[in-house]
Nanobody, 125 residues
Framework: QVQLVESGGGLVQAGGSLKLSCAAS????????MGWFRQAPGKEREFVAG????????NYADSVKGRFTISRDNAKNTVYLQMSSLKPEDTAVYYC??????????????????WGQGTQVTVSS
């Protein structure tokens, strides 16, 4: 089973940018889609972005569309989330996850089988 480690979180002012990285171990990384989720205190974990195994397709939550960009480098076993124009409501713990499938369109946490430990993103107003 793949192991995932996120990095790049931190404190940023509203309107700023951050780039999250998620490094994967194991040989299965390029076989499956990857996703980013987030969870704010007292709220359920929600889908943020997904990318197909070949990076040919991406999918975004409406709340981040146009501000966040997901990408992956299969040679480096790494998936990224570039976040721009950050808002206080983007504050959450961000998790990367490996899908059970190759497609990018799945958004339910149940469709993802491996999770990182999360990285905190805090956006101040």
């Amino acid at each position: 089973q793949v192991q995932l480690v996120e990095s790049g979180g931190g404190l940023v002012q509203a309107g700023g940018s951050l780039k999250l990285s998620c490094a994967a171990s194991g040989r299965t990384f390029s076989n499956y889609a990857m996703g980013w989720f987030r969870q704010a205190p007292g709220k359920e974990r929600e889908f943020v972005a997904g990318i197909s195994r070949s990076a040919g397709n991406t999918n975004y939550a409406d709340s981040v569309k146009g501000r966040f960009t997901i990408s992956r480098d299969n040679a480096k076993n790494t998936v990224y989330l570039q976040m721009s124009s950050l808002k206080p409501e983007d504050t959450a713990v961000y998790y990367c996850a490996q899908s059970r499938w190759a497609v990018a369109t799945l958004t339910s946490p149940g469709d993802f089988r491996s999770w990182g430990q999360g990285t905190q993103v805090t956006v101040s107003s």
